[in-house]
Nanobody
Framework: QVQLVESGGGLVQPGGSLRLSCAASGFNFSHYPMSWVRQAPGKGLEWISGIDSGGGSASYQDFVKGRFAISRDNIKNTADLQMNSLKPEDTAIYYC?????WGPGTQVTVSP
């Protein structure tokens, strides 16, 4: 069964950090680039970061550059998103995505 499952979300104060993880199963994870996408309350899906299949090249939306870092481990079939200096506007459900496969998402809330 092809599956992505996110974890690591939660409530954090502004300026804090969280590390999200995405666990992949049921397919050859190492063959595919992957992305992190988020959806803020009342808004559409927003791509924030991506990484190539080998983990050697990453890209970011401008509004997370310098604050977020994407990585992957093709042995463990996982991908992480380290989020630092979080802001209230980072509040959203965060999804990992590979092609047409999506995880259920993990909620990140940034609030005093």
């Amino acid at each position: 069964q092809v599956q992505l499952v996110e974890s690591g979300g939660g409530l954090v104060q502004p300026g804090g950090s969280l590390r999200l993880s995405c666990a992949a199963s049921g397919f050859n994870f190492s063959h595919y680039p992957m992305s992190w996408v988020r959806q803020a309350p009342g808004k559409g899906l927003e791509w924030i970061s991506g990484i190539d299949s080998g983990g050697g090249s990453a890209s970011y939306q401008d509004f997370v550059k310098g604050r977020f870092a994407i990585s992957r481990d093709n042995i463990k079939n996982t991908a992480d998103l380290q989020m630092n200096s979080l802001k209230p506007e980072d509040t959203a459900i965060y999804y990992c995505n590979i092609g047409h496969v999506w995880g259920p998402g993990t909620q990140v809330t940034v609030s005093p």
